[in-house]
């Protein structure tokens, strides 16, 4: 809405030649757009049920039916221009992957696969952990990185060949999984990682190391009975050590 609202309002420019023109034109354009917010907000809901909920995509009449009981009146072809229309300001890119489909994919086989932590349950573990991961961007990867090369001051090369981990969406989903199981039911924690590995074919090893780094940053490494923090790259290796001897 706010690219078609731009893109109207770049055109009236180009279009206006005097003051009093641009005052009639912009209450007509501002008119304009009232008018089909909430079309343009309902073809938005309508086009992201076909791509989420294909057993359960929201119908033309539906939508329709909807609109006329707040009072719009629309007729299927404007609803059909209205989602052609969205589609054009987004250039047609509204399937873009992101780390939350990675993840409720991963857990959707997960419950298949009958793992012992209820998916639910790490599903909402899982979004407040992506939260922290979003804001803690920097420091959970530099303490990754750190892990990684088991060296405190990673070289500049090093820090280039560490961002293709930095964009690869499936491994931080199996992060981020990994963590919410141990936070949810630790016990269980080595049966999800090997779940894991099984279905994305990354090493036990990284994905313990990917969650200890989101752990450390979430729940820390300090137990209240212990001043001193554990080394990361020695916590990776600990880490390591328990899922080699869970395989």
Known sequence: MVKQAENICRQARIQLRDNKREFQNWRALKEQL??????????CVQLASKLSFQSKIISNVTVLNFLQSLGYLHTKEELL???LDVLKSLNFQINLPTPLAYVEILLEV????????????????CLTLLDLVYLLHEPIYE????ASIENSTPS?????KFISVKEDFMLLAVGIIAASAFIQSHECWSQVVEHLQSITGIALASIAEFSYA???????ANTPGRQQSIPPHLAARALKTVASCNT
């Open 214 to 220: 989101i752990l450390t940053h979430s729940v820390g």
């Open 143 to 146: 303490s990754l990185l750190r």
């Open 34 to 43: 009232f008018n089909k917010f909430t079309l343009r907000l309902v073809s």
């Open 81 to 83: 221009e209205s989602e």
């Open 156 to 160: 500049q090369l090093q820090g280039e």
């Open 110 to 125: 997960l419950g298949y696969n009958g793992c012992l932590v209820p998916a639910m349950r790490l599903h909402a573990t």
